[in-house]
C-alpha cells in the first residue's frame, strides 16, 4: 500500500456514509509548490473514495473497506440521520457574541442538530439561493476528549444535497459594489452585514473558474471582487486573483493579519472600510 493510500485512509477512515469533504490537502502530490487544498474526499454507500483535481496529480482511488474511526458522540452507520431543529438560546447567543453577528441574522441562517455530536447547521446556498447542501459544523471543546476521539473527529462535515455543493453566497444587497471572497461561513456571514457588500464562502482555499463565471453572470455591472483568504493562504488568494483575472478584470486581493470572524469589531470596520476602499 502507498503512503499517500495509507495517508487517506488512516485521516479519513472515520468519515459517515453521504459525507464530502472538499479542499484537502492532497498527500501525494501535497498541493505542490502552493500547497494548494485541492483533493476531495467522501464516503458513499460505505465505500470511501477520494481524488485530488490538480491535472498535473489525478491521485485517486476508492476503499470499500469498514470505518476506521468514529465521532465522539456515536458510531456512524448508514446514510444521515440527523434532525434539524432551531439553535438553543445559549448558543443563538454563544454564535452570535463569538463571531460578532447580529442575532436575528444567526437565528435565520443557522440551525441545529443534535446528531453527529451535536452541530451547529449551515446551509450552503448558491447564487440562486438554493440549497445545495448542509455544513454541519462542530463547534465541540476537544480537550477533554481521548486521542481516538479526536482522529476519529471532523470539524466539518458536508450533506451534499446537489450533485455539485460548490460554494456559499450570502446575498443581502441586491446591487453590492463589492463581492467579497473568503474561505468559511462564519467569516462570509459577518461580512454580509456591511451595506454594499455582498460575500461568498469557498469552504476552502480552492477558487474555481466556474465561480468567477457566475458572478460574471449574476452581476453583468461587474462590482470589484476582492478575495481575502485566511492569513496563511495569503499567497493561494494571490495566485486565485491572477487566474481569475483572465476572465474578470476587477479582481483585487487583500491581505488578512488574521480571519474576518475573530476580528474585534474595530479592525472588523477598518477591514471592511479597506474592501470597499479597493
Keep these: 500500500m502507498s503512503s499517500a493510500r495509507q495517508a487517506v485512509l488512516l485521516e479519513y477512515g472515520g468519515l459517515p456514509d453521504g459525507v464530502t469533504v472538499s ?9 505542490g509548490s502552493s500547497g494548494e487544498a485541492s483533493m476531495s ?3 458513499r454507500d460505505g465505500l470511501l473514495w477520494w481524488r485530488c483535481h490538480r491535472a498535473s496529480c489525478g491521485f485517486r482511488g476508492v476503499y470499500g473497506g469498514k470505518s476506521l474511526g468514529f465521532t465522539p458522540a456515536q ?8 434532525e434539524i431543529e432551531p439553535l438553543p ?3 443563538l447567543e454563544w454564535l ?3 463571531f460578532r453577528i447580529l442575532n436575528e441574522l444567526v437565528d435565520r441562517e443557522w440551525q441545529w442538530t443534535d446528531g453527529y455530536g451535536g452541530r451547529v447547521v449551515m446551509p450552503v446556498r448558491n447564487e440562486r439561493g ?3 447542501g448542509y ?6 471543546d476537544p480537550s477533554t476528549w481521548t486521542v481516538e476521539q479526536k482522529q476519529g473527529h471532523r470539524k466539518s462535515l458536508v450533506h451534499r444535497i446537489a450533485e455539485q455543493v460548490g460554494q456559499c453566497w450570502y446575498q443581502g444587497c441586491p446591487y453590492p459594489t463589492h463581492i467579497l471572497v473568503v474561505e468559511d461561513q462564519p467569516s462570509a456571514l459577518r461580512a454580509s452585514q456591511i451595506t454594499g457588500i455582498n460575500s461568498i464562502a469557498l469552504l476552502g482555499t480552492t477558487m474555481p473558474d466556474s465561480l468567477i463565471e457566475t458572478i460574471k453572470w449574476r452581476y453583468d455591472y461587474k462590482p470589484t471582487v476582492v478575495v481575502a483568504l485566511d492569513q496563511d493562504a495569503t499567497s493561494v488568494a494571490v495566485d486565485h486573483a491572477t487566474s ?4 474578470y478584470d476587477n479582481v483585487k486581493v487583500l491581505a488578512l493579519d488574521e480571519d474576518i470572524k475573530d476580528m474585534s469589531q474595530e479592525t472588523f470596520m477598518n477591514t471592511m472600510n479597506e474592501v470597499k476602499g479597493l
Design 135 to 140: 455544513n454541519l459544523r462542530s463547534y465541540a
Design 41 to 43: 474526499v467522501g464516503r
Design 23 to 31: 479542499s484537502q490537502v492532497c498527500p501525494s502530490c501535497h498541493g
Design 89 to 91: 438560546e445559549d448558543w
Design 75 to 82: 458510531h456512524v452507520k448508514g446514510r444521515w440521520n440527523y
Design 130 to 132: 438554493i440549497i445545495t
Design 96 to 98: 452570535s457574541n463569538r
Design 244 to 247: 481569475a483575472r483572465r476572465l
